[in-house]
């Protein structure tokens, strides 16, 4: 008789192997985005709804400040939503005291989807400042390209490989040309806002000196997110969350409202912005 030789069970392994390390977003991070998404919403409620008390003549600040919030509100729906993402294999250092360093092989989700935001919110919150301060089209067309450098390049350098002069000079590039920025408000801004009035030109100084901190925390917080890989996706997106609700609904509601009551912050816009309105 055939004895029946029994199959023997395979002990299951209590620690799968599951590839490398995984630096995902969890609950935390997309419930972030979504709160976000909101504040963004309704911030560009309030901000059209402040445009319709003011003649069609003086909502330029109205407008360009609208779409900024609305910009930011669909790109934090696509992170929300689990779009404008993309999984980025990278190699993170460790550095050992006695032996030479070691590597391991990470995956980590990298959002671009900020980076789409971030190349039309930035010019426009740009132009606000700029048409504030009464810069001339050169000094605006030089800030907002340098500007637009610099997001590519640091969408560049968040896909760079790690270890790599690649990386690093995408965000050698993107700080250079950050520079550019903020010599151009610093200096070109404050020195036009000031032939402008007092009023204007201490509103420019503050608004300016805000964006100018919250600004800086952007690379700061690349740095340790991005670059280095400190920071977990999740501490990513709220430090991110933080930042963009000070330079958008933040330094939006603070331009409106005092816009409505310095009337020397009001541009003449006359041209196409005023057509069939009969002029004033
Ligand atoms: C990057 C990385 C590369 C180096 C530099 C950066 C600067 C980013 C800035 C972003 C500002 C974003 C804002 C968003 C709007 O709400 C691209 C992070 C210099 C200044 C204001």
């Known amino acids: 008789l055939p004895t029946a030789t029994p199959t023997p069970i395979l002990p299951v392994p209590s620690v799968l192997p599951d590839g490398p390390e995984k630096q995902f977003v969890t609950d935390d991070g997309t419930k972030t985005l979504w709160v976000v998404f909101v504040v963004m919403v309704i911030a560009s409620a309030v901000f059209s709804a402040l445009s319709w008390r003011v003649p069609v003549q003086r ?32 190699k993170v250092r460790h550095q050992n005291d006695h032996v030479p ?13 900020r980076y789409v935001d971030w190349s039309l919110t930035t010019p426009l919150l740009l132009l606000d400042l700029s048409l504030l301060a009464g810069l001339n089209g050169a000094h605006i067309l030089i800030a907002i390209v ?5 997001i590519l390049t640091g969408l560049f350098a968040a896909f760079g490989s790690e270890s790599t002069p690649q990386k690093w000079g995408w965000y050698a590039i993107a700080c250079i040309a950050y520079l550019v920025v903020i010599w151009h408000l610093a200096v070109n801004g404050r020195a036009q806002a000031q032939a402008k009035s007092q009023k204007v030109s201490s509103f420019f100084v503050a608004i300016a ?7 800086t925390a952007y690379p700061i917080v690349w740095g340790i997110a991005d670059g280095s890989r400190k920071l977990s996706v999740d501490g990513e997106i709220i430090a991110y969350a933080v930042l963009d609700i000070l330079a958008k609904p933040i330094f939006g509601i603070w331009l409106l409202l005092t816009h409505a009551r310095i009337p020397e912050t009001n541009i003449d816009l006359g041209g196409f912005w005023s057509y069939g309105l009969g002029g004033e």
């Open 59 to 90: 909502r330029l600040y109205h407008v360009i400040t609208t779409l900024i919030t609305i910009t930011a509100a669909i790109s934090y729906f696509a992170m929300a939503t689990g779009h404008g993402v993309s999984v980025h294999t990278v």
């Open 209 to 215: 000196g805000f964006t100018l901190v919250v600004w």
């Open 146 to 150: 340098a500007d637009i450098i610099m």
């Open 101 to 113: 360093d070691t590597f391991t092989e990470v995956h980590r989700q990298v959002f671009w989807a």
